[in-house]
T-cell receptor, first 113, second 111 residues
Framework: NAGVMQNPRHLVRRRGQEARLRCSPM?????VYWYRQLPEEGLKFMVY????????ESGMPKERFSAEFPKEGPSILRIQQVVRGDSAAYFC???????????FGPGTRLTVL | TQLLEQSPQFLSIQEGENLTVYCNSS?????LQWYRQEPGEGPVLLVT?????EVKKLKRLTFHFGDARKDSSLHITAAQPGDTGLYLC???????????FGEGTQLTVNP
């Protein structure tokens, strides 16, 4: 997973606050995927983005969650009005688009108090 | 919804032993990948298969992708304590699409 950067690595929020998670893909990669790993559960797909476009958001909760991948800068996963059930590890992965291999970042561990 | 079932869920062995972990599905995948995840870190890719019946040997790892592209196995010879971790299989329905993960096999290799 060398090269995919995520920050912050740990994030603590109180219920009702906003959480912003950042993902910088590997150099040359223009495709980003976000996954969530709840405690004692496997990784679940959330959203797939290319530069300035959302390709597949079928795994995103309908409310409070949004994602973007602007032309310049990192991809952002935004969670509004966080609840305790949002506590999880959030991972992003990147590819250059022409391969099946997704390279993962180290994750952001969100704790909602 | 595509599901991947991994077995066993937990495996504890002694250093030097061999082991095999399995990944099965009723769905067909265009590719199947194995990752290892250590606590507090992201999954690290071990191997990818894209052809039914494919066998790949990488040092102490032997990967097999089933003929029907529905199942896979990962065999590790002469396990070492550094192999300890959560082994995840993940499939892609089509190239470039999202990964569907299994629940993982937690492997512990005791010195």
């Amino acid at each position: 997973n060398a090269g995919v950067m995520q920050n912050p690595r740990h994030l603590v929020r109180r219920r009702g606050q906003e959480a912003r998670l950042r993902c910088s893909p590997m150099k040359g990669h223009s495709h980003v995927y976000w996954y969530r790993q709840l405690p004692e559960e496997g990784l679940k797909f959330m959203v797939y983005l290319q530069k300035e476009n959302i390709i597949d958001e079928s795994g995103m909760p309908k409310e409070r969650f949004s994602a973007e991948f602007p032309k310049e800068g990192p991809s952002i996963l935004r969670i509004q009005q966080v609840v305790r059930g949002d506590s999880a590890a959030y991972f992003c992965a990147s590819t250059w688009g022409g391969t099946d291999t997704q390279y993962f970042g180290p994750g952001t561990r969100l704790t909602v108090l | 919804t595509q599901l991947l079932e991994q077995s066993p869920q937990f495996l504890s062995i002694q250093e030097g032993e061999n082991l095999t972990v399995y990944c099965n599905s009723s769905s067909v995948f265009s590719s199947l990948q194995w990752y290892r995840q250590e606590p507090g870190e992201g999954p690290v890719l071990l191997v990818t298969g894209v052809t039914g019946g494919e066998v790949k040997k990488l040092k102490r790892l032997t990967f097999h992708f089933g003929d029907a592209r529905k199942d896979s196995s990962l065999h590790i010879t002469a396990a070492q304590p550094g192999d300890t971790g959560l082994y995840l299989c993940a499939g892609q329905e089509t190239s470039g699409s999202r990964l569907t993960f299994g629940e993982g096999t937690q492997l512990t290799v005791n010195p």
